[in-house]
């Protein structure tokens, strides 16, 4: 495969990446707002400690500002949609 036809071939999977991930965040978000609060609130205790997660490992092994700023605008906006403020978990 020639360099273009490569970099075509990449730039289609990305796009493809691109489309699932915005049908899977929009099921994602609908799901949560249609739930019990009861749901939610299971939800979030164990989204918040998942962030926790994922956040404090970034901690150990530091990610570039730009993908620190992307992971956190996603975390938050999941929590949006399940109705709790956003913010770092362990931070209140």
């Known amino acids: 495969m020639e360099e273009k ?3 075509a071939a990449l730039a289609d999977q990305l796009h493809q990446t691109q489309e699932k991930l915005l049908a899977v965040e929009g099921a994602m978000e609908m799901l949560l707002q249609v739930s019990p609060l009861e749901q939610r609130r299971q939800f979030v205790a164990a989204y918040r400690a998942f962030a926790d997660g994922v956040l404090s490992a970034a901690d150990d092994q530091p990610m570039s500002d730009q993908m620190q700023a992307s992971l956190t605008l996603a975390i938050n906006a999941y929590l949006e949609a399940a109705g709790q ?3 770092r978990p362990g931070t209140r």
Request: proline share 33%.
């Open 85 to 87: 403020p956003p913010g």
């Open 5 to 7: 036809e490569l970099i």
